[in-house]
């Protein structure tokens, strides 16, 4: 059997299923749309759509009118739209949609899914207005959004249509106007609520000072870290829409390379991603655990529980011991718990501690045991301890020292003799500060 397939399926599932229903607005540059891969994204998101997820393209014009020789004047990265401007932007309109919905209709040729028939919609959903005078400079026929007609496209959505929208916008006086893609997208993404906002460009996605991608920021980093390490520009194009959308109330706003084939999917379907996910909080946190978590707390520690690396627990012990648990959370989904148990004022342990197969190496090891200890250090615990099986070096390397059951509280000493696992026990003390009093 092909390990890796079950491995990378089973690591999509609980993605799927949780997108199920929600709303992604793709953010495309034109380069995109006319690169050789774009048929192969476009397959990509027909499957989402077939997955039960409600798509919403929104495509730009500026690569394509750069490649026929229309750069324009740009203001504040606006672009100085004239009337012949205007004129081309049409008309690159055209050719964009035409070749983003040929690419659409071609998805499900030669799949067993042919008979499944993709619809996808346009319409008015966008009341512009002139931007006006910028700098001193007339902006002429570029304009700003006035209103997204959320509740037509939600209708189309409603449909299962894909919905497919330039970023052009209409007076009440029958003009049109020119928007930019960053500013388009995340203004539908906000009508519609959506729970992703996905910008496909030509960055990888915001990078570190040795070029390695960031997988998740919160936007508040994203945009300190931005102007301390300036990024490829369509980040810098792309940031200030992104923390529109997350004040509007998207859930998430991620930024991948448009061009790489299987992009978008790694990035909604592993927990490493791709791209740069950025969200108003940071995607991962430690927090107490709440009746919802059980059956989580049961997928991780019940394969452990069959190695022998933990002692069993039925779902009613856990239950009735919820209060002593916390789980590692990413992106809404749970990757590791740990709990604490107190046998005197100043003796506990840390028991439970499981960390996913998919989590493993990313460090919420670590997290959930210095959420243990901070947690045993208020309320006065000065012995943590820790009895494994199989896993004394990874205690040894983070500071427990072995120790012999004479140590354990007497309590706990009954229960090691009964249960006959023979597990290594260990103790953590806290470190005295060179400055404190012997
Ligand atoms: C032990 C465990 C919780 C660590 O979780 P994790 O999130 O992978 O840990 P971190 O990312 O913080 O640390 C990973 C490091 O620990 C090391 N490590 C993992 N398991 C180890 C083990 N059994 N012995 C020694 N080191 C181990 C990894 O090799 C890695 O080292 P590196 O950073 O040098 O590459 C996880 O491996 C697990 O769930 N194990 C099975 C359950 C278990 O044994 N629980 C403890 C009983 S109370």
Redesign the pocket.
């Known amino acids: 059997m092909d390990a890796n397939f079950i491995s990378a399926f089973r690591e999509a599932a609980p993605y799927i299923h949780y997108l199920n229903g929600k709303t992604l607005v793709l953010s495309i540059g034109s380069h995109i749309v006319r690169d050789n891969n774009f048929p192969r994204l476009a397959r990509d998101i027909a499957l989402l759509n077939s997955l039960g997820m409600k798509m919403v393209i929104v495509h730009g014009v500026r690569g394509f009118l750069e490649d026929n020789g229309l750069d324009g004047e740009y203001v504040r990265d606006y672009r100085v739209t004239t009337h012949a401007a205007m004129d081309e932007i049409k008309r690159a309109c055209g050719a964009l949609r035409l070749d983003i919905e040929a690419a659409l209709g071609r998805c499900f040729l030669n799949t067993p899914a042919n008979t499944a028939k993709l619809s996808i919609a346009g319409g008015n959903f966008i009341a512009a207005q002139p931007l006006g005078v910028l700098d001193g400079v007339d902006m002429q026929l570029t304009g700003q959004i006035r209103k997204i007609d959320g509740e037509q496209i939600k209708r189309c959505l409603a449909n299962n249509q894909i919905v497919l929208i330039s970023p052009v916008g209409h007076s009440l006086s029958g003009v049109s106007y020119n928007l930019t893609l960053p500013e388009t997208s995340s203004a539908v993404a906000t009508a519609l609520g959506a729970e992703k906002l996905i910008f496909l460009c030509r960055a990888n996605g915001i990078l570190d000072e040795d070029g390695s991608v960031i997988p998740d920021l919160s936007i508040k980093d994203a945009v300190e870290y931005c102007q301390k390490n300036p990024q490829h520009t369509d980040i810098m194009r792309t940031i200030q829409a992104a923390e529109n959308a997350l004040k509007g109330g998207v859930s998430r706003v991620q930024i991948i390379n448009g061009f790489a084939d299987g992009a978008l999917l790694k990035e909604l379907f592993t927990r490493t991603g791709f791209g740069t996910a950025l969200a108003n909080h940071s995607l991962t946190q430690i927090r107490p655990a709440q009746m919802r978590d059980i059956p989580d707390i049961m997928r ?1 520690i019940d394969p ?1 529980v069959q ?1 022998g ?2 002692l069993p627990r039925t779902q009613n012990e856990i239950e009735n011991h919820i209060n002593e648990f916390a789980v ?1 959370e990413h992106d809404r989904l749970v ?2 718990c ?1 709990a604490l148990k107190t046998f005197t004022a100043t003796a506990g342990e ?7 197969e998919h ?11 210095e959420y243990i200890e901070n947690l045993s250090a208020k309320q006065g615990i000065t012995q943590l301890f ?12 983070r500071g427990f020292e072995p120790c012999d059951l004479t140590t354990l509280p007497e309590i706990r000493r009954q229960q090691y003799i009964d249960n006959k696992r023979n597990s290594k026990i260990f103790i953590k003390k806290p470190q005295k500060s060179p400055f404190q009093a012997a």
């Open positions: 991780l452990l190695r690396n933990l590692a990757y590791g740990a840390i028991y439970c501690l499981a960390v996913s989590g493993r190496g990313l460090g919420y090891g670590d997290l959930l045991l820790a009895l494994t099986t199989r896993t004394a070096d990874w205690f040894i390397e």
